[in-house]
């Protein structure tokens, strides 16, 4: 539906009223509050009534400034306004000047016509403003939609690639993996916390095996010393350690310690509540982990 009105509107197929229509259906699916009530407005009209001034402002209709109250009715009604200015100007333009006063007639007519090429411009330009705005909402929902499936391929993919390969290093850790698989496909946030905390296990597990040295401190390459007392820790000194030497090594070093602070902060409030979209994240947050992990280190224990 989204590219059906982005298409629409493009290669102006049809009326403006009928984008209203099908914008309306498309913002009913996407549960948009906010642009539903904008489209009523320019379904119903906005005389009568007070709406938010941002929508009035947006697309150029004017209201009364006492009262706050629009004065331009809906889009049909501009579209129709648009047509019987352009019959009105054939009129107007097919008047002939004639007798005494025909220099006068002269002026009236083409101040006419100047009235009318006016009004015709605000009611043109109102139309335009609705139908941009209508494409852009639609161009967000479609890309947000086809970026999401993109989203799925490819965690789909990182998925496929850590099971494939992790198991081969730690095969304890297939049952962290169904245990993530059961819960984030129910619909109960206990699940979703249950989820949530084993992707943090996987990474205090990982920690246990991959940092077995004795030493209390580390000092990063960025010259920065850290106590690895802690299972984040130890796992921030040894991606430091296999990935950091090279320029693009810090940068992706730099990325995992953003990944491994957000998956400890999400798991340690899972006790309490997880969100669905807390969830996906930490989720996503693990599997590109254990894929960079498998990608640019070894994942032999400092010892």
Not at 88 to 100: D, H, L, R, Y
Not at 109 to 123: P, V
Not at 140 to 149: C, L, N
């Amino acid at each position: 539906m989204a590219k059906e009105i982005i298409d629409d509107a493009e290669l102006k197929r049809g009326s403006v009223e009928s984008l209203v229509f099908k914008a309306t259906r498309l913002a009913s699916i996407v549960k948009d509050e906010n642009i539903k009530i904008w489209l009523a407005l320019e379904k119903f009209g906005y005389s009568e009534r007070e709406p938010d001034l941002t929508y009035m402002a947006m697309t150029g209709r004017s209201y009364d400034k006492v009262t706050h109250i629009g004065l331009f009715g809906s889009i049909s009604t501009q579209e129709a306004a648009i047509e019987a200015s352009l019959a009105e100007m054939e009129v107007v333009k097919n008047f002939k000047p004639n007798g005494t006063y025909s220099s006068l007639q002269f002026n009236n007519q083409l101040q006419q016509i100047k009235n009318l090429t006016a009004a015709r411009a605000i009611y043109k330009r109102i139309c335009s403003v609705v139908a941009s705005s209508i494409q852009d909402f639609a161009t967000k929902i479609y890309y947000t939609y086809k970026f999401g499936q993109e989203a799925d391929s490819i965690l789909e993919e990182y998925r496929k690639t850590v099971l494939d390969g992790i198991a081969k290093y730690f095969p304890d850790l297939n049952q962290s993996f169904e245990v993530i698989n059961k819960n984030s496909n129910n619909s109960n946030p206990r699940e979703w916390s249950v989820a949530t905390l084993e992707s943090r296990n996987i990474l205090i597990y990982l920690s246990g095996k991959l940092w077995t040295s004795r030493e209390a401190n580390y000092k990063c390459r960025d010259k920065q010393p850290i106590k690895v007392e802690n299972e984040k820790n130890k796992l921030i000194a040894y991606v430091d350690m296999k990935m950091g030497a090279s320029k693009e090594g810090k940068a992706r070093a730099k990325k995992l310690f953003g990944i491994i602070h957000e998956i400890f902060t999400l798991g340690g409030k899972a006790k309490r509540k997880t969100e669905k979209k807390e969830l996906s994240t930490v989720i996503i947050d693990t599997f590109v982990f254990l894929n960079d992990l498998m990608s640019y280190t070894d994942l032999k224990p400092i010892e």
